[in-house]
């Protein structure tokens, strides 16, 4: 099966197969390294830490459990992830 699936996406997204990270979010095998792969492996936006925020909310789906889930790109400046008060 996990052959398969890495066939899969080597004929959809045109990535070697054997590069693929085997994560399973439900039971939480190589969520770390998927962490540590996105790190090293995806650049920082680029631009000064003083310039405002720049992104693009190009999509978004509403999820029973986890309310509106947005996707977005940012394209200047690095954000923080914090709490929001309410």
């Not at 398969?4 to 399973?24: E, M, N, T």
């Not at 978004?60 to 929001?84: K, L, N």
């Amino acid at each position: 099966m996990v052959e398969d699936c890495r066939q899969q996406l080597q004929d959809s997204l045109g990535i070697p197969g054997k590069s693929a990270l085997l994560v399973s979010a439900k039971d939480g095998t190589g969520v770390s390294e998927l962490f540590e792969a996105i790190v090293t492996l995806v650049p920082p936006p680029k631009g000064s830490a003083s310039e405002p925020l720049k992104c693009l909310i190009f999509d978004s789906f509403y999820d029973t459990y986890r309310g509106v889930i947005p996707h977005i790109r940012i394209f200047f400046r690095q954000s923080q992830a914090r709490a929001i008060k309410s």
